[in-house]
T-cell receptor
Framework: NAGVTQTPKFRVLKTGQSMTLLCAQD?????MYWYRQDPGMGLRLIHY???????AKGEVPDGYNVSRLKKQNFLLGLESAAPSQTSVYFC???????????????FGPGTRLTVT | AQSVTQLGSHVSVSEGALVLLRCNYS??????LFWYVQYPNQGLQLLLK??????LVKGINGFEAEFKKSETSFHLTKPSAHMSDAAEYFC???????????FGGGTRVLVKP
């Protein structure tokens, strides 16, 4: 199993450009998440999804959109990138707390995004 | 808002010495507790977790943590540091609403020979 994969690994954008980050998981997990990691702030939840076709806002959703058209994929979009969105982005997935007792989240390797 | 606090953004220990990383959380509601480790340029890897049952939890690589409800703490320890323990460590708490995790700010561990 590949686990959680993310593409691309690195990206540089100019202010105002758009892009989409792709997350894929092969563990048949119901739940998927997008986080951003900034120095000294740990990871902060951007958006999450509890199942195919459903998404919800996390702690820092402004400037981002997401889609979960397929169970295994979770896309994060930046419509008009800003320098404040320079960060490392992590995707994660987990089993549903309705069907399992394990709340562990599995993380991808991250995408380093720089907005100039 | 519920929060997670890790005391010390950087910790330096000598090889063979005790590693102690502190984590406190804000709510008295029983949570699910996790410690993750991040090696340079990698994603997060689960070290250990507390869900229910025994309050002393053992994880991978010789780490363990103790859940103390009265102190709202979940400190991470390892009796003898190894050079390979140099990494950043994150405490995370789930209060089970949507399985969302709240992370502490992280503690970077430097191991000196």
């Amino acid at each position: 199993n590949a686990g959680v994969t993310q593409t691309p690994k690195f990206r540089v954008l100019k202010t105002g450009q758009s892009m989409t980050l792709l997350c894929a998981q092969d563990m048949n997990h119901e739940y998927m998440y997008w986080y951003r990691q900034d120095p000294g702030m740990g990871l902060r939840l951007i958006h999450y999804s509890v199942g195919e076709g459903t998404t919800a806002k996390g702690e820092v959703p402004d400037g981002y959109n997401v889609s979960r058209l397929k169970k295994q994929n979770f896309l994060l979009g930046l419509e008009s990138a800003a320098p404040s969105q320079t960060s490392v982005y992590f995707c994660a997935s987990s089993r549903s707390p309705r069907t399992g007792i394990n709340y562990e989240q599995y993380f991808g390797p991250g995408t380093r995004l720089t907005v100039t | 808002a519920q929060s997670v606090t890790q005391l010390g953004s950087h910790v330096s220990v000598s090889e063979g010495a005790l590693v102690l990383l502190r984590c406190n959380y804000s709510s008295s509601v029983p949570p699910y507790l996790f410690w993750y480790v991040q090696y340079p340029n990698q994603g997060l890897q689960l070290l250990l977790k507390y869900t229910t049952g025994a309050t002393l939890v053992k994880g991978i690589n010789g780490f363990e943590a103790e859940f103390k409800k009265s102190e709202t703490s979940f400190h991470l320890t390892k009796p003898s540091a190894h050079m390979s323990d140099a990494a950043e460590y994150f405490c995370a708490v789930c209060w089970a609403a949507g399985n969302k995790l709240t992370f502490g700010g992280g503690t970077r561990v430097l191991v000196k020979p």
